[in-house]
Nanobody, 118 residues
Framework: QVQLVESGGGLVQPGGSLRLSCAASGIIFSAHDMGWYRQGPGKERELVASITSRSSTNYADSVKGRFTISRDNAKNTVYLQMNSLKPEDTAVYYC????????????WGQGTQVTVSS
């Protein structure tokens, strides 16, 4: 079975940091592109950052310079390091993976809540 399990969400003050992790099983992880998405209250789900099987990365303009996506193929895990967090970053964050280049098909994690508030 394909399974993506996120961890690391929680409550943090503005300016703080969190690192999200997504552990994958049931797939050939090294042959998959991975992404982090988020959905804030009253908003559509948006792509925050992605990393290809070749480790090429892309970021939404709103998080450039603050967030870093990375992957560890030996651990079948993708990470999202979030620094300088803002209240606008509050959302449910989802991990998603798809076969190399086939973005239209993929697998979703269950989501983890990130709340940025003082």
């Amino acid at each position: 079975q394909v399974q993506l399990v996120e961890s690391g969400g929680g409550l943090v003050q503005p300016g703080g940091s969190l690192r999200l992790s997504c552990a994958a099983s049931g797939i050939i992880f090294s042959a998959h592109d991975m992404g982090w998405y988020r959905q804030g209250p009253g908003k559509e789900r948006e792509l925050v950052a992605s990393i290809t099987s070749r480790s090429s990365t892309n970021y939404a303009d709103s998080v450039k310079g603050r967030f870093t996506i990375s992957r560890d193929n030996a651990k079948n895990t993708v990470y999202l390091q979030m620094n300088s967090l803002k209240p606008e970053d509050t959302a449910v964050y989802y991990c998603r993976g798809w076969p190399r280049g086939y973005v239209a098909v993929g697998y979703w994690g269950q989501g983890t809540q990130v709340t940025v508030s003082s």
